[in-house]
């Protein structure tokens, strides 16, 4: 060991479901991904699945598809569009696009700190 610690974030996301109640998975924030990564059976039990076209994923080693959507998400009661990637394996994976515009994400030795952007209006 390098004495160096490796911070896992992971937070819960939450999805409106068919039956319009709030379901949740455990996902892994990934700064460095496009976009999100669900895994296809938990997809379909939500309220707003319905894929727009095929995408392909690409990451160090290799690629995969799925199909492209975007959910209605909750984090940290804050509620918002995440575009996201439905595939066949249970990935949970939560990307720049969407999460991102939200949230500001810091990462320490031994923690990582998420908070919520202010959003204004200019009118």
Known sequence: ?????TVKA???VYFLSKDNTWVSR???????AD???IGQSFARQ???FAPYRSYTL???????????????AMVD????????????????ILGRAGFLDHFNISFYPTHF??????MTRNI
């Open 113 to 118: 700190e998420l908070k919520p952007i202010e």
């Open 46 to 48: 939500l309220a707003n």
């Open 58 to 72: 690409g990451q160090v080693s290799g690629a995969f598809s799925g199909q492209y959507t975007v959910f209605y």
């Open 26 to 32: 455990t996902f892994l924030i990934d700064t460095g």
């Open 77 to 92: 009661g804050k509620t918002f569009y995440l575009p996201a990637v439905v595939v066949q394996e249970e990935n949970y």
């Open 35 to 37: 976009v999100s990564v």
């Open 10 to 12: 992971r937070i819960p």
């Open 1 to 5: 060991m390098d004495g160096f610690t």
